[in-house]
């Protein structure tokens, strides 16, 4: 612990280390390759493999105290690295902690079965929970400052959060939570509990180090956070009932994260939410989710803003989401800026999936979010809008960080049903608009209750855009 928190302060608070010149917007399209080229797979060694059963693993014992997956991982790692095996069955495990050169791999019909019981997942680790730093919760599986790591292969990893556990701390009774219950655990939530002690201190400057949590806090693990990582892949599993954010790769370089189904309908639980990550490549995965499908992040408030930690050159493509509040999202907690993110070749449907495309901070927050562009994108229907925007996230109307959002192009974007096409709530009272450079092309959008709403923003052109079969023709007030 004492270590991690020597690397964890020796990097707090420098700056712009992701910086680099700007992108040439001339042609975003041209410039995916050369993003691409910077995100390769990391390789192990094939020959050296380390199967769970020769460390202790008994399959259909549940028994969260064998500690058989860690060891096989450190007894793998101290060779030099290689594969350690899953095999087929039913595995039940505390938290994992991955390490360098170490591939963790589910043969098909493998299922790890992960503690419920919180005490498990201490101590705590450096995490980052909701956009705030902090010592929290052991996420389910977590890499701290790892090189060469991976989880592979056509298992599952079940987090077993229902509403019995870990989401009734959300507080809210649709998850499990029932107030003056007699349980002291189910009498805590973390809206009333860790998540206002938390804000307060990160309000208040107290140091990352000294922002130490306790189960009495309720903040929830996340499921999969590789932190301050480099060449990480995540390829061919399932994820289901985590007990909050899915997968968080969170200051890492060099991610992919391939054929991945996530199907999870838990509070706060996004689907794949990179923060602070530089050259990440998301394709072919299926995303079902109780939250954000993807959400793109950099840290919250006076954290993101002191991290400077920028989220960038990020590829999307050919996905599939469904239930979700949005399916691809930059924010909400996005104070230490976005940019450089492409989008294509995706499917979305679901009377439950509330938005397409969605970009929300508040003027709390900030953040400047640029260079997001999106193309042939098939939407069967959504419940809101085809393309959001929400400056104003949480009703926050105030305040001395206001973001920016600029630079994005929408094209060959079709939605077969929706209450908005373009929904677009900015400040139209400041003297320069939030919300500029937005371009529709070659979109189609049917069935839709208000073709547009948009407030605060300018430059938003829409070319041969059709809304309910009629030619869009927008004029800026």
């Not at 712009?16 to 975003?28: C, H, M």
Request: hydrophobic fraction near 35%.
């Amino acid at each position: 612990m004492k270590k991690l928190l020597i690397v964890f302060l020796s990097i707090c608070g420098s700056l712009s280390l992701f910086a680099e010149k700007q992108l040439d917007v001339s042609n975003p399209w041209d410039a995916v390759n050369d993003v691409l080229k910077n995100i390769k797979d990391p390789e192990f060694n094939k020959d050296r493999v380390f199967n769970i059963l020769d460390f202790g693993a008994k399959p259909g014992v549940e028994d969260y105290k064998i500690n058989a997956i860690n060891s096989a991982i450190n007894a793998c790692s101290q060779k030099g690295g290689g594969i350690v095996l899953v095999p087929k069955g039913i595995f039940y495990t505390g938290p994992i902690t991955l390490k360098s050169n170490v591939n963790l791999h589910l043969e098909d019909g493998a299922v790890i079965r992960f503690s419920t019981n919180p005490s498990d997942y201490e101590p705590f680790v450096l995490t980052r929970w909701e956009g705030w730093d902090c010592i929290n919760f052991h996420p389910l599986i977590y890499a701290y400052g790892e090189t060469n790591v991976a989880i592979t292969g056509k298992g599952t990893l079940d987090g077993q959060a229902n509403n019995y556990n870990w989401w009734p701390w959300k507080g809210k009774k649709e998850f499990g939570w029932k107030e003056g219950m007699t349980s002291q655990e189910w009498n805590r939530s973390e809206e009333n509990g860790g998540r206002n002690r938390l804000s307060k201190m990160e309000e208040d400057n107290v140091p990352c180090q000294k922002r130490i949590m306790t189960q009495e806090d309720c903040l929830r693990p996340t499921f999969v956070e590789p932190y301050n990582c480099k060449n990480v892949l995540l390829e061919g599993f399932t994820l289901i009932n985590s007990p909050f954010w899915c997968l968080h790769p969170f200051m890492s370089e060099n991610v992919t994260v391939r054929g991945v189904t996530v199907s999870s309908h838990g509070p706060n639980n996004d689907g794949c939410d990179p923060e602070s990550c530089k050259n990440v490549l998301i394709e072919k995965c299926s995303f079902n989710t109780g939250d954000d499908c993807i959400a793109i992040k950099s840290g919250k408030n006076n954290d993101g803003r002191r991290w400077d930690k920028p989220s960038e050159n990020i590829v999307i493509r050919n996905c599939e989401m469904k239930d979700g509040h949005g399916g691809v999202v930059l924010g909400s907690e996005i104070s230490g800026n976005v940019r450089n993110v492409w989008v294509e070749n995706c499917t979305m449907n679901s009377p439950e999936l509330d938005r397409v495309i969605r970009i929300k901070s508040n003027p709390i927050r900030g953040g400047k979010l640029e260079n997001f562009f999106i193309r042939n994108i098939k939407v069967g229907q959504c419940a809101e809008a085809v393309f959001r925007v929400e400056m104003k996230y949480e009703k926050v109307v105030d305040g001395p960080n206001m973001p920016l959002v600029k630079n994005f192009i929408i094209e060959n974007v079709n939605c077969g049903k929706s209450r908005y096409g373009v929904y677009i709530d900015g400040f139209d009272k400041t003297p320069q608009k939030q919300v500029t450079g937005i371009t529709f092309k070659n979109c189609i959008f049917n069935n839709v209750a208000t073709p547009y709403k948009i407030v605060g923003a300018e430059n938003i052109v829409f070319d041969n855009v059709l809304i309910n079969g009629e030619k869009v023709n927008y004029q800026e007030k």
